[in-house]
């Protein structure tokens, strides 16, 4: 049972990393999906998250119009796009499965039961 996260890497402010989760082993596409980040030295935030039956997503207002979150359930896969990078966008992401099945997002840590291992995104100026 597990969550990889994956496409995390170097990039320059304004470009652009996209993210891919891959789930394995649980059941995906009756849950909601997050992705969470930790920048060193804070806690881990909420970034995006969708919903499953309808694909409603939330974005925290740090992200909104430059990440987008979508999913594609026959591959267990859920994905982030990152465009317009900027500095304090340099994290650590992680992609997390709810913990209880239903069309909604939530952007509570403790709302989730599965996380993938991270993957670094950092973002040079």
């Known amino acids: 049972v597990q969550l990889q996260a994956f496409g995390g890497g170097l990039a320059q402010a304004g470009g652009y990393l996209r993210l891919s989760c891959a789930a394995s082993?649980?059941?995906?596409?009756?849950?909601?999906l997050g992705w969470f980040r930790q920048a060193p030295g804070k806690e881990r935030e909420f970034v995006a998250g969708?919903?499953?039956?309808?694909?409603?997503?939330y974005y925290a207002d740090s992200v909104k119009g430059r990440f987008t979150n979508s999913r594609l359930n026959v591959k267990n896969t859920v994905y982030l796009q990152m465009n317009s990078l900027k500095p304090e966008d340099t994290a650590v992401y992680y992609c997390a499965r709810a913990a209880h099945s239903g069309n909604y997002v939530s952007v509570a840590r403790s709302d989730y039961a599965y996380w993938g291992q991270g993957t670094l995104v950092t973002v040079s100026s």
């Open positions: 969708i919903s499953s039956n309808d694909g409603s997503t």
């Open positions: 082993g649980l059941t995906f596409s009756t849950y909601g």
